[in-house]
């Protein structure tokens, strides 16, 4: 199963950064923030992968995408289960049913983007009212999204194949439909069909992409990245919980990930990505340290106190920095070391004749 990497790889991420928290606070408030390294930003990560545009194996992309995911749903999980104080079973339900309300428009087809919008706020609202943190509606939101076609390949070129020829054959102009029904409706026909090709999650992700990045990133990192900091920056970051975040991201992300990924690999549940060597995936590793909005915003639940919070804070920011430029220099030493090899092929051996 191809998502065993990735979900095994993120596991042993949030364990070891979570470890390596725990090591230097644990006990008090600031033992509570041991979930706050073990978040991977999957747009800031992802960001730092695409500076080096095709030169990197698309396996590599995929399999850090799937790994920021999976490390995302457990930190959300985690927010709901040791975050939360108090839980209103009555929301929880009417939340349930706009979720399955959602599932049956899903099911029946329905492409109206108000619909999902109001069922999506009504799922929002109650889960939000029923003491559990908002985001793991989010997350429920994500998991009804289809990532399949509804239409089979075979039935897609089939009624390609007719619609087409039916349009070819007929007298087919800029207004000629207008008068000829049978073209509007092999139109139609087609237009319905490419519809049932797109898998709703990939539309939905598709046309929420551009507010995201553009709007509530830059939002939410304007509100909740700001660091008071009292005494020294290297006060600050010398303090248990400011070091605790930085060795969890930096050195429990990659070594957590490379470890799970070759436990994984050598047990024969998997297998790495087609183009990508134990190089790569170190890399993508070290991009994995990268928590940022994630990680500042469990910070914000896990911490009461204005200070601790400010130091798990600049913790994530210096973290982030060195696990962006960390990953970016075992990746592109790979990237040297692939394009060397492909520009001076091995030299055959002496005394065997050449090609």
Same mark, same amino acid.
């Given at each position: 199963?191809?998502?065993?990497?990735?979900?095994?790889?993120?596991?042993?991420?949030?364990?070891?950064?979570?470890?390596?928290?725990?090591?230097?606070?644990?006990?008090?408030?600031?033992?509570?923030?041991?979930?706050?390294?073990?978040?991977?930003?999957?747009?800031?990560?992802?960001?730092?992968?695409?500076?080096?545009?095709?030169?990197?194996?698309?396996?590599?992309?995929?399999?850090?995408?799937?790994?920021?995911?999976?490390?995302?749903?457990?930190?959300?999980?985690?927010?709901?289960?040791?975050?939360?104080?108090?839980?209103?079973?009555?929301?929880?339900?009417?939340?349930?049913?706009?979720?399955?309300?959602?599932?049956?428009?899903?099911?029946?087809?329905?492409?109206?983007?108000?619909?999902?919008? /109001?069922?999506?706020?009504?799922?929002?609202?109650?889960?939000?009212? +029923? %003491?559990?943190? &908002?985001?793991?509606? @989010? #997350?429920?939101?994500?998991?009804?999204?289809?990532?399949?076609?509804?239409?089979?390949?075979?039935?897609?070129?089939?009624?390609?194949?007719?619609?087409?020829?039916?349009?070819?054959?007929?007298?087919?102009?800029?207004?000629?439909?207008?008068?000829?029904?049978?073209?509007?409706?092999?139109?139609?026909?087609?237009?319905?069909?490419?519809?049932?090709?797109?898998?709703?999650?990939?539309?939905?992700?598709?046309?929420?992409?551009?507010?995201?990045?553009?709007?509530?990133?830059?939002?939410?990192?304007?509100?909740?990245?700001?660091?008071?900091?009292?005494?020294?920056?290297?006060?600050?970051?010398?303090?248990?919980?400011?070091?605790?975040?930085?060795?969890?991201?930096?050195?429990?992300?990659? /070594?957590?990930?490379?470890?799970?990924?070759?436990?994984?690999?050598? +047990? %024969?549940?998997? &297998?790495?990505?087609? @183009? #990508?060597?134990?190089?790569?995936?170190?890399?993508?590793?070290?991009?994995?340290?990268?928590?940022?909005?994630?990680?500042?915003?469990?910070?914000?639940?896990?911490?009461?106190?204005?200070?601790?919070?400010?130091?798990?804070?600049?913790?994530?920011?210096?973290?982030?920095?060195?696990?962006?430029?960390?990953?970016?220099?075992?990746?592109?030493?790979?990237?040297?070391?692939?394009?060397?090899?492909?520009?001076?092929?091995?030299?055959?051996?002496?005394?065997?004749?050449?090609?």
């Amino acid at each position: 199963d191809k998502a065993v990497l990735p979900v095994a790889a993120a596991l042993g991420g949030m364990v070891d950064a979570a470890l390596f928290y725990f090591y230097l606070n644990t006990s008090g408030e600031v033992a509570r923030g041991w979930c706050v390294p073990m978040a991977t930003d999957i747009a800031f990560a992802l960001g730092i992968l695409s500076l080096f545009g095709k030169r990197v194996p698309i396996g590599l992309k995929v399999f850090l995408t799937a790994l920021a995911f999976a490390d995302d749903l457990g930190a959300v999980v985690i927010i709901a289960l040791f975050y939360t104080s108090q839980v209103d079973v009555s929301d929880l339900i009417l939340a349930g049913v706009f979720l399955l309300l959602i599932l049956g428009a899903l099911r029946l087809r329905i492409r109206s983007p108000l619909l999902y919008l /109001l069922l999506a706020i009504g799922v929002w609202i109650d889960v939000l009212f +029923s %003491g559990v943190h &908002a985001t793991v509606a @989010g #997350v429920l939101l994500a998991m009804l999204m289809p990532v399949k076609a509804v239409r089979d390949p075979d039935q897609f070129f089939a009624v390609v194949r007719e619609k087409w020829e039916t349009l070819r054959a007929s007298d087919l102009t800029r207004d000629s439909m207008i008068h000829d029904r049978s073209q509007l409706d092999a139109i139609s026909n087609l237009r319905r069909a490419a519809q049932d090709m797109e898998p709703a999650g990939l539309i939905f992700e598709e046309r929420l992409h551009p507010f995201v990045v553009f709007f509530i990133l830059p939002l939410f990192a304007f509100f909740n990245a700001g660091v008071k900091i009292e005494g020294s920056i290297t006060q600050t970051l010398a303090q248990p919980v400011s070091l605790g975040v930085i060795l969890g991201l930096v050195f429990g992300k990659q /070594l957590g990930i490379t470890l799970f990924s070759w436990i994984a690999v050598k +047990s %024969g549940k998997a &297998a790495l990505p087609e @183009g #990508v060597d134990w190089g790569d995936l170190y890399g993508a590793a070290c991009l994995g340290g990268i928590g940022f909005t994630m990680s500042l915003f469990i910070a914000q639940l896990a911490f009461e106190t204005p200070l601790l919070g400010s130091e798990a804070k600049l913790g994530i920011l210096v973290a982030s920095a060195i696990a962006a430029l960390w990953g970016m220099a075992v990746l592109f030493t790979q990237l040297a070391r692939r394009s060397a090899r492909a520009d001076h092929p091995e030299v055959p051996a002496a005394g065997r004749p050449q090609d």
